[in-house]
């Protein structure tokens, strides 16, 4: 089946840390790859994407590249900022992309 | 901004009414879904439709029923209301056009069943 597992959280981190926050998927065919952010009373927002094996999504200084061979899509950043606490979630798309999986959301917390 | 809005916005009731959750998007999207979230579970999907009329089953659809007698309304109907459906619901649509497949998200509507 599809599924999407992300690391356990709360993260929290010092500003102008470097940050990791690892997803591994399972998927039937060949799925596109997604990381949203949601904000504190919010609804989820695309953060970036990536349509197959080793393409790179990046926005707002975060990245993540679609590893087919290690099933994965970790989302990095590499100086976090306040602004950026919030919870991220991984997320996979199959064939036609009529449903997605999420992942469990993984809240991070960036203390000047 | 995909031009989608929820209402209402919050809402507490109490355990065996119906409530009905409302989404509306202004872009003319074919495909529009209803996801709930809870600590834990991230979100998991309730119901789905891709076209005027036409809704299907997700994840967690016991309990939930849908409407979409036109494109830009799609309604989330709980017939009897139980505690366990307190939650965050969101809506959604997927964008459309050619190597377009992500989804666009609504504020969401906080639900309190007394």
């Known amino acids: 089946g599809n599924s999407v597992t992300q690391m356990e959280g709360p993260v929290t981190l010092s500003e102008e840390a470097f940050l990791t926050i690892n997803c591994t998927y399972t998927?039937?065919?060949?799925?596109?790859l997604f990381w949203y952010v949601q904000y504190p009373g919010e609804g989820l927002q695309l953060l970036l994407k990536?349509?197959?094996?080793?393409d790179k999504g990046s926005n707002k200084g975060f990245e993540a590249t679609y590893r087919k061979e290690t099933t994965s899509f970790h989302l990095e950043k590499g100086s976090v900022q306040v602004s950026d606490s919030a919870v991220y979630f991984c997320?996979?798309?199959?064939?036609?992309?009529?449903?997605?999986?999420f992942g469990t959301g993984t809240s991070l917390t960036v203390i000047p | 901004d995909a031009g989608i809005t929820q209402s209402p916005r919050h809402k507490v009731t109490e355990t065996g009414t119906p409530v009905t959750l409302r989404c509306h998007q202004t872009e003319n999207h074919r495909y529009m879904y209803w996801y709930r979230q809870d600590p834990g579970h991230g979100l998991r999907l309730i119901h789905y439709s891709y076209g005027v009329k036409d809704t299907d089953k997700g994840e967690v659809s016991d309990g939930y029923s849908v409407s979409r007698s036109k494109t830009e309304d799609f309604l989330l109907t709980l017939e009897s209301a139980t505690s366990s459906q307190t939650s965050v619901y969101f809506c959604?649509?997927?964008?459309?056009?050619?190597?377009?497949?992500?989804?666009?998200f609504g504020p969401g509507t906080r639900l309190t069943v007394l």
């Open positions: 998927a039937t065919g060949y799925p596109s």
């Open positions: 990536a349509t197959k094996a080793d």
């Open positions: 959604a649509i997927r964008a459309s056009g050619t190597g377009y497949n992500e989804q666009f």
């Open positions: 997320a996979l798309s199959v064939n036609t992309g009529n449903q997605f999986y």
